[in-house]
């Protein structure tokens, strides 16, 4: 059936891969990539042989309306990212809407993705959280970090190893140093780790380990952490008492 299909691939551990999404792929009439050379690797580690075409940040506004007019005449399209859920910090937003608009079936195959075993593994409540992605890496950054300041969700972050230090910083002058931290890099890889404490704590240890492989920082809420602190504080009190 002639429909656009969003394909998550894994984030590392090549295992990771649904067997559903296996199948999509190997029933595509055309897989886009957001870089094909990546995507090989992944297509020859199954046994896949499709047509493939890259579809990246650089070229998506130019190609969705084409790639659109494939799909109403008769074409199923897979959709997939270098790693994870496309339109997740990656292309694919402006295919989806363009279909979307135009009344063709879009399906979203369930499947990995950073953030969510980042947030899960922080000890941090995951029932009310917000999804910041990327910073901007220049312009507006401190003015969106400055804004977050009194967020009382848990918070969740992308971050490069070139900018990890920074950022921690940023976070430390703008939240205060206390604010609670849970840095988790390389997930799903052989050398995968979590760093937990206040963000002075996390901020010294990657001033002194170079920081290395793709970040996701989830950082507590404001109101969250006070209230957890006084509920700690309070428990103490009474036990002594």
Known sequence: MAKLIIVPTPIG??????????????????????????????????????????????????????????????????????????????????????????????ETLPGPTAFVPALVQSGFPCDRFCFEGFLPQKKGRTKRLAALAAEERTM??????????????????????????SVSRELTKRFEETVRGTLAEVLEHFRTTEPRGEFVLVV???????????????GEEHEEA
């Open 156 to 181: 969740v972050f992308y971050e490069s190893p070139y900018r990890v230090v920074k950022c921690l910083a940023q976070m430390a002058e703008l939240f205060g140093s206390e604010r609670r931290v």
């Open 13 to 106: 551990n090549l295992e990771d891969i649904t067997l559903r999404a296996i199948r999509v792929l190997r029933e595509a009439d055309l897989i886009l990539a957001e870089d094909t050379r990546t995507t090989s690797v992944l297509l020859r580690h199954l046994g896949i042989e499709k047509p493939m075409r890259a579809h990246h940040k650089f070229n998506e506004h130019a190609a969705v309306g084409a790639v659109a007019d494939e799909i109403a005449a008769g074409r199923s399209v897979a959709l997939v990212s270098d790693a994870g859920t496309p339109g997740i910090s990656d292309p694919g937003f402006l295919l989806v809407r363009t279909c979307v608009e135009r009344g063709i079936e879009v």
């Open 220 to 234: 507590a809420g404001r109101s969250r952490a006070d209230d957890a602190e006084k509920t700690d504080e309070d």
